[in-house]
């Protein structure tokens, strides 16, 4: 890279890189982008298929918490895409039963009294006994979660004496949408954190989904922010290992052999390949980076169905602790650019995108019989509407790690964006900020690396 501008070279091209990316070809910094599949986007990236249908990585729902993906969607115009939900959250049962945790337009604590006492399936016994083991939680606020992350969520529970059929009907799906692993493997600080959040901030577990492919609505318009600023983008460009000199990074091996180098390196990989592309002797360097071994991505894996008819009509979010099928959503009604089956209009009928978790065990199963447990589910919690519907259409997409698992005690390890190597920085949902794994915290932590490289450059005080 010539020119007088410092250059900073990203590493991956998912929501995190392509955030970092903007906001620093929008403060003059030389960058170039590295990416190593064909498309960008990551574990939101979206695709056509053969027959012209959009394939996503996964149903990505945008809670109303993540102010600064917001703030990026109004800077590069796409905020308008984002179709908010009614406030509530709805769990679809086996046999046609289902619950809706219902908001009001109240103030905090206030929003949540229909939740409590008009739920439809737990019993005030039930819900009193859950709001007093989150007594804690009201008093401490967000400073209780962190207390709590060497217990599993079914740990803590079990302490606290709440019901069976809570963990069962109402946390297990919260936890499998969350982070794809049951309460039994989650640490408790995240499932804490989110009823905090969701407790502390009315907006916040309000849904929206796009009207569209987050690649027409979020990765395109970013990468075309920051080409107009001079930023470079190469795909089909898979790094290899950044390399050390002992006390810097000189440069970033490419698989193809070539050297890339820059002022700055930007990781903003997923937590396994960043690992594997660390050299022995970075790794031995210092804890902070030997700690990241302890990261770990979860598999997951993604189902669109389509029906030829409509067996849900709910233009929301739903979670179903029965099956295979902890979250999903009928996209036909969600996300109107999604009517479409083989490119003709689909109205009146459903295209199901599900999350398919735990995948553990159903990795290596054929898309057949993926696609056959889906089915199962969706006609245990549809006995009436699914009866004789037929199936289009299916695609299964396997991602074999997808967000890092946040097991108990594993907080610690979560890389700050500064590195202890002067020249690097991390960028990726794995990092530490607010958000965890997520849409959110991909856009937070680039902000954060981003503003760490600004500041290394004196661009930025504090
Ligand atoms: C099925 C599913 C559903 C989800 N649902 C939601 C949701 O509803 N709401 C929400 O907020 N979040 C959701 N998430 C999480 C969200 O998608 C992620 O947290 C976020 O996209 C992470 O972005 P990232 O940029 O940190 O990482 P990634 O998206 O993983 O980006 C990393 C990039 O690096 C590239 N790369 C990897 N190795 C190399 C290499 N060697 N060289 C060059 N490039 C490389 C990858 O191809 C990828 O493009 C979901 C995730 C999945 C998988």
Partial sequence: MSSDKKSVLILGGGLAGLT???????????????????IYGGKVSSWKDAEG???????????????????????????????????????????????????????????????????GYFTFGEMAAFSKSLIPLALQKNLYPPTQDHLTFAEWAEEKKFGKRLMDKMFRPMALALKFIPPEEISAKIILDVTETFYRIPDSSCMGFLKGAPDEYLHQPLIRASASRGAQFRNVTAVDELLFDGREIKGVQ???????????????????????????????????FAGLDNLEGVPVISVQIWYDREIASDDNVLFSPDGVIPVYANLARTTPEYR??????????????????????????????????????????????????????????????????????????RPTQATPVRNLFL???????????????????????????????GLLEG
């Fill in 427 to 457: 960028a990726g949902g794995f990092t530490q900020q607010l958000y965890y794994d997520s849409m959110g915290g991909a856009v937070m932590s680039a902000n954060l690396a981003s503003e760490g490289i600004l500041r290394a450059e």
């Fill in 254 to 288: 490419l698989r193809n052999g070539e050297i890339l180098t820059a002022d700055y390196y930007l990781s903003a990989l997923p937590i396994h390949n960043l690992v594997n592309a660390l050299p022995v002797s970075l790794k031995t360097k210092d804890l902070f």
């Fill in 340 to 413: 479409t089956l083989r490119g003709e209009p689909f109205e009146g009928k459903t295209r199901f995108e599900f999350c398919v978790a735990p995948a553990r065990d159903l990795m290596g199963l054929t898309k057949e019989e993926i696609v056959r447990q889906v089915d199962l589910s969706v006609r245990n919690c549809y006995p009436v509407s699914s009866q004789g519907a037929s199936i289009l259409k299916s695609s299964v997409v396997k991602i074999p790690r997808s967000v890092y698992a946040p097991l108990p005690n594993m907080e610690r390890f």
């Fill in 20 to 38: 970092a990316a903007k906001r620093l070809t929008d403060r003059g910094l030389q960058v170039r982008v590295v990416e190593k599949r064909d």
């Fill in 53 to 119: 249908d959009w394939i996503e990585s996964g149903t990505h729902c945008f809670f109303g918490a993540y102010g600064v993906l917001y703030d990026l969607m109004k800077e590069i115009g796409t905020y308008h895409s984002v179709r908010w939900k009614e406030h509530q959250l709805a769990y679809t049962l086996s046999g046609g039963e289902r619950f809706t945790f219902s908001t009001w337009d109240m103030p905090s604590p206030l929003h949540l009294i229909p939740a409590i006492i008009r739920n």
